[in-house]
């Protein structure tokens, strides 16, 4: 059974401008993380106009059990005019910062590192003053695919490390807990770019599980986190253990902030891009 949800997760409702987006986003042929993970937050970004742009397709070649994006092992070939039209995309909604993730893509040689530098370099034709902000997948840990996305310089790279080391074997099954850990830490030691990560709460885990979980992304070099309460997208994924109230989302912020991460994001409604714009810009004031 779906746990009643308490009234901070209420959605805010859809408006004109929430048609239109997504409309405009469809004649274009691209995806969003906020439709396709079923965020909480689609109907106010997409009402302001704004969206993050998931490529590489819609099929996911991986199975985490908290996850709403499909999945299928052998996905469709990429589409080589994703970049472009994501570019144009950025360009018509006017976005001063653009966020682009992806599926995981663990059939293709490079995990896709080649069309994230596509997009980038489309984006920065497209939109020069547009900072981007990419949500990487962990490539299997292969260096050269993290090169490639280290030297198409986005402003912030972000890879989720999603949940605490002991749940992986249930949440994210053909995941690597260390493995993103070090992408992060491969990443801060290769480049000067910002990095973040972000994990969900809810999912049966101590202050004490989340106090360590902050402390090895701080180590692997994490600069900015974002902490969200887990939702369950259907009855066939991984249950809520519990919704955690907003004081201690807020307990938990402070505890990012003294362990050492740069701007901290917390909040049961608080995905990977929330407020993402705001968070470099609070960053690189204080660099
Ligand atoms: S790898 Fe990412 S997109 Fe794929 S199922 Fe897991 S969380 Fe979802």
């Not at 299928?72 to 950025?90: G, I, M, T, Y």
């Not at 006017?94 to 995990?111: I, K, M, N, W, Y």
Request: a negative charge; charged letters at 20%; hydrophobic letters at 35%.
């Amino acid at each position: 059974m779906i746990k009643q949800k308490p009234s901070w997760l209420k959605m805010k409702q859809r408006d004109n401008q929430f048609s239109s987006t997504e409309n405009y986003l469809a004649s274009l042929h691209l995806h969003t993380v906020c439709q396709e993970a079923h965020c909480p937050n689609q109907n106010e970004c997409f009402s302001h106009g704004t969206a993050t742009f998931m490529i590489l397709g819609k099929y996911c070649t991986r199975n985490c059990t908290f996850c709403a994006v499909l999945k299928r092992k052998h996905p469709f070939p990429l589409d080589p005019s994703e970049p472009e039209n994501v570019a144009q995309a950025v360009e018509k909604l006017g976005l001063q910062h653009a966020v682009v993730t992806s599926v995981t893509r663990d059939d293709l040689e490079d995990g896709g590192a080649n069309q994230f530098a596509e997009t980038i370099q489309q984006i920065r034709q497209h939109s020069p003053s547009t900072t981007i902000e990419v949500l990487i997948p962990d490539f299997l840990g292969h260096h050269d695919s993290l090169d490639i996305i280290i030297q198409s310089k986005p402003e912030v790279v972000n890879h989720n490390i999603e949940t605490l080391q002991k749940l992986y074997p249930k949440v994210r099954p053909e995941a690597d807990y260390h493995r993103s850990l070090e992408v992060l830490s491969y990443i801060k030691k290769k480049s000067t770019l910002l990095t973040k990560s972000g994990f969900m709460v809810g999912l049966g885990e101590t202050p004490e599980d989340i106090q360590k979980l902050m402390e090895d992304l701080v180590s692997a070099g994490c600069d900015i986190l974002t902490i969200g309460q887990y939702l369950q997208p259907s009855l066939a994924h991984f249950p809520v253990y519990e919704y955690v109230p907003p004081s201690q989302f807020e307990n938990y912020r402070k505890m990012a902030l003294k362990i050492g991460f740069k701007h901290v994001e917390s909040g049961p409604l608080v995905r990977s891009s929330y407020h993402a714009k705001e968070s470099l810009g609070h960053v690189m004031e204080g660099r």
